[in-house]
């Protein structure tokens, strides 16, 4: 089954923080909070799942063609972050749960 | 005579948060001139570790990116403090930044591994008190 941003924000537990292409297709995942490791290693395409919400957040997606960032554990962002993100057109979306319990809700759906 | 082109940025030292801005640029040129994808990965990851490194610890400086027919090079100089010793700072895990970069998600002592890691040359170039110069290439295939 295709998995884009779209159908995950369709799924409870998902809320959109910023959403530039809801049609971008999810094809993995990848946890990380360490911003080197996660750039070299995340695939394009991944939902990358994090609980940093610093700027450079935006910046390691566009390196890495993530398909979105996903804040865990209910991570908001500042409000000129949100912002950027909308001017980059990066897809933030945020979740209440764990890096793991949104790992696990991802697994069910690819 | 191969062509070149050439892209040059200013990397500004005092806003850590704007960093990234040249390499995610760069990404764009090169996208624009048909790189392999693999290939603008590599080099806009060496050259957003470069850049980190450079507002983390030289206040800024310059970084300069050509593109030859054999490989794209990317040249970072800064007037900072220089590295003290060259091997350690290649060890992973090494780090001498600060804390308040470390809770950024950085500062893990994988910059300069990184640079390494992704290119397939790399030279740095440093003076204690003067600068650093790193040049890295990622070879085109032929």
């Given at each position: 089954?295709?998995?884009?941003?779209?159908?995950?924000?369709?799924?409870?537990?998902?809320?959109?923080?910023?959403?530039?292409?809801?049609?971008?297709?999810?094809?993995?995942?990848?946890?990380?909070?360490?911003?080197?490791?996660?750039m070299g290693?995340?695939?394009a395409?991944?939902?990358?799942?994090?609980?940093?919400?610093?700027?450079?957040?935006?910046a390691v997606a566009t390196l890495s063609d993530?398909?979105?960032?996903?804040?865990?554990?209910?991570?908001?962002?500042?409000?000129?972050?949100?912002?950027?993100?909308?001017?980059?057109?990066?897809?933030?979306?945020?979740?209440?749960?764990?890096?793991?319990?949104?790992?696990?809700?991802?697994?069910?759906?690819? | 005579?191969?062509?070149?082109?050439?892209f040059?940025f200013?990397?500004?030292?005092?806003?850590?948060?704007?960093a990234g801005q040249a390499s995610s640029q760069v990404k764009r040129n090169l996208r624009?001139?048909?790189i392999a994808p693999d290939i603008i990965k590599r080099v806009s990851i060496a050259m957003y570790e470069g850049e980190i490194?450079?507002?983390?610890?030289?206040?800024?400086?310059?970084a300069?990116v050509?593109v030859?027919?054999?490989?794209i090079?990317i040249?970072?100089?800064?007037?900072?403090?220089?590295?003290?010793?060259?091997?350690?700072?290649?060890?992973?895990?090494?780090?001498?930044?600060?804390?308040?970069?470390?809770?950024?998600?950085?500062?893990?002592?994988?910059?300069?591994?990184n640079m390494?890691?992704y290119t397939?040359?790399?030279?740095?170039?440093?003076?204690?008190?003067?600068?650093?110069?790193?040049?890295m290439?990622v070879?085109?295939?032929?």
């Amino acid at each position: 089954m295709k998995v884009t941003v779209n159908t995950l924000l369709s799924m409870d537990g998902f809320s959109p923080v910023a959403i530039a292409d809801g049609e971008a297709q999810i094809e993995g995942v990848y946890i990380g909070d360490l911003l080197s490791w996660v750039m070299g290693r995340a695939n394009a395409g991944d939902a990358w799942i994090t609980i940093m919400s610093n700027i450079n957040i935006l910046a390691v997606a566009t390196l890495s063609d993530v398909a979105c960032i996903i804040l865990a554990e209910g991570v908001q962002l500042e409000e000129e972050v949100k912002t950027a993100a909308q001017q980059k057109g990066i897809n933030v979306i945020s979740s209440d749960m764990s890096a793991y319990h949104i790992a696990a809700a991802l697994s069910k759906a690819l | 005579m191969s062509e070149q082109v050439i892209f040059t940025f200013d990397v500004d030292g005092d806003d850590f948060t704007s960093a990234g801005q040249a390499s995610s640029q760069v990404k764009r040129n090169l996208r624009q001139l048909g790189i392999a994808p693999d290939i603008i990965k590599r080099v806009s990851i060496a050259m957003y570790e470069g850049e980190i490194n450079m507002v983390i610890h030289a206040g800024g400086g310059t970084a300069n990116v050509a593109v030859t027919e054999e490989y794209i090079e990317i040249v970072l100089s800064d007037q900072g403090p220089g590295i003290k010793d060259i091997t350690q700072a290649m060890q992973e895990g090494f780090s001498t930044a600060p804390d308040d970069v470390r809770s950024l998600g950085f500062g893990a002592g994988m910059g300069l591994p990184n640079m390494k890691r992704y290119t397939d040359y790399m030279d740095i170039q440093s003076q204690v008190d003067v600068g650093t110069t790193i040049t890295m290439r990622v070879n085109l295939p032929s």
